[in-house]
C-alpha cells in the first residue's frame, strides 16, 4: 500500500509474515516472501533498504568492518588494494540527480567513516582534495576519520604500514 497514511493505513492485521529466517548450524538464511526489490525500484523508499540492512545485520550478526555515517545520497564502495598494501573508501554525492537529469550536487559536509583495517594503518589521505587526514587507533583496531566535505566525489586512501 502506498500514499498517504490516512489512505493506507491497516486495518487488519496479517498473518503472512514479513520476513521468514532459519538458522542452521553455523549458517542462516533470510527471505521476504515479498518483491522487496521491486518496491525499492519503485518508491526508492529509504525504508525498504533500511529493512532489508537491518534483516543482514540481524540474521547474520556481524560486526561490519566499515561503517559510515552520511546521507542516503552518498555512495559508498570499500576495497582492498590488489598488492595489500591499502584500502580505500569511495564516495559518490548523488544528490545533483533528479530524474535523468544531474545537477551540481549540493555539498555533503562531516562524513563519519569508521573502519576496522585488515592491518595497521600508517597514514589516510583525502585523494581529490590532495589531503592527509589525522586519525588514532583505537584499542578495538578501527580507525575512525571525518571526511570535512564531500562534493562530487572523494576517496580515502587507508595506507598501511610495513
Known sequence: MFGPPEKC??????????????K????AVACFPWDIGSHYAQQCH??????????????LGLDRRLRVTTSPLVEVT???GQDGRFEWVALFNHSGQQGKALHHPIPIRDIAIDLKPQKQVKAVRLLR???????????????SITVPQL????????????
Do not use: C, N
Request: hydrophobic share 35%.
Open 9 to 22: 493505513y491497516y486495518r487488519s492485521v496479517s498473518d503472512h509474515p514479513a520476513l521468514l529466517v532459519k
Open 24 to 27: 542452521h548450524g553455523r549458517g
Open 46 to 59: 529509504q525504508g525498504h533498504a533500511s529493512l532489508v540492512m537491518g534483516a543482514i545485520d540481524s540474521v
Open 78 to 80: 570499500h576495497r582492498l
Open 129 to 143: 582534495a590532495g589531503s592527509t587526514l589525522t586519525f588514532s587507533p583505537r584499542q578495538d583496531g578501527r580507525v
Open 151 to 162: 562534493d562530487h566525489y572523494e576517496i580515502a586512501l587507508f595506507e598501511y604500514a610495513e
